[in-house]
């Protein structure tokens, strides 16, 4: 079984903070992704990356930065947290090989004061 | 438009009824399809997943995909409370990045 552990499950931090959030999977998979969840909007992704040190920017990138220095390793860094980044954050992965499914961790109930 | 939309809902059945989910994408080149069911709170887990045109049955789920219609749906028989979750559209619509992109997804309530 696939197994993608998020590093907490919920968080509280203040406003104008960096913030990190720590995604590992065990399964060797090439591709992760970072999601925010909120009510009404869906998923919605911020950052992935398909190797070792690369990144794309998703849908909505902005106010934050991803590291990937380790493959299994994916972390999303908030530079400078905002109130508007409280919201759950959904970590993925998924193989290189096509027409496979992603799977998520547990997720992050993040809360910016 | 959205690239793949689902009807919000809540979607209301009795226990021991069908429930039916429909989905529909944008993209006719997209090869791969996913179903996720969401409890509030918990993250999404993969229930079903679809590739051709068709009908895919696992236990009381049914997937089924038109990529002519560009639709896929989902069928719960029997119904039970404990189906009561979001159900989440998935579609690969190529591009690159093996990259899924999700509906918002439809909420189910399975009344008693």
């Known amino acids: 079984d696939v197994k993608v552990t998020q590093s907490s499950r919920y968080l509280v931090k203040r406003t104008g903070e960096k913030v990190f959030l720590e995604c590992v999977q065990d399964?060797?998979?090439?591709?992760m992704f970072w999601y925010r969840q909120d009510p009404g909007l869906g998923l919605r992704l911020i950052y992935f990356?398909?190797?070792?040190?690369?990144?794309e920017k998703g849908d909505i990138p902005e106010g934050y930065s991803v590291s990937r220095e380790k493959k299994e390793r994916f972390s999303l860094i908030l530079e400078s947290a905002s109130t508007n980044q409280t919201s759950m954050y959904l970590c993925?992965?998924?193989?290189?090989?096509?027409?496979?499914?992603?799977?998520f961790g547990d997720g992050t109930r993040l809360s910016i004061l | 438009q959205k690239e793949v939309e689902q009807n919000s809902g809540p979607l209301s059945v009795p226990e021991g009824a069908i429930a039916s989910l429909n989905c529909t994408y944008s993209?006719?080149?997209?090869?791969?399809f996913f179903w996720y069911r969401q409890y509030s709170g918990k993250s999404p887990e993969l229930i079903m997943s679809i590739y051709s045109n068709g009908d895919k049955e696992d236990g009381r789920f049914t997937a089924q995909l038109n990529k002519a219609s560009q639709y896929v749906s989902l069928l719960i028989r029997d119904s039970q409370p404990s189906d009561s979750a979001t159900y989440l559209c998935a579609v690969n619509l190529g591009g690159g990045g093996n990259k899924l992109t999700f509906g918002t997804g439809t909420q189910l309530k399975v009344e008693l």
């Open positions: 993925a992965s998924i193989s290189f090989t096509s027409n496979q499914p992603q799977h």
């Open positions: 993209d006719r080149v997209s090869q791969s």
């Open positions: 399964m060797d998979h090439e591709n």
């Open positions: 990356s398909y190797d070792v040190k690369m990144k």
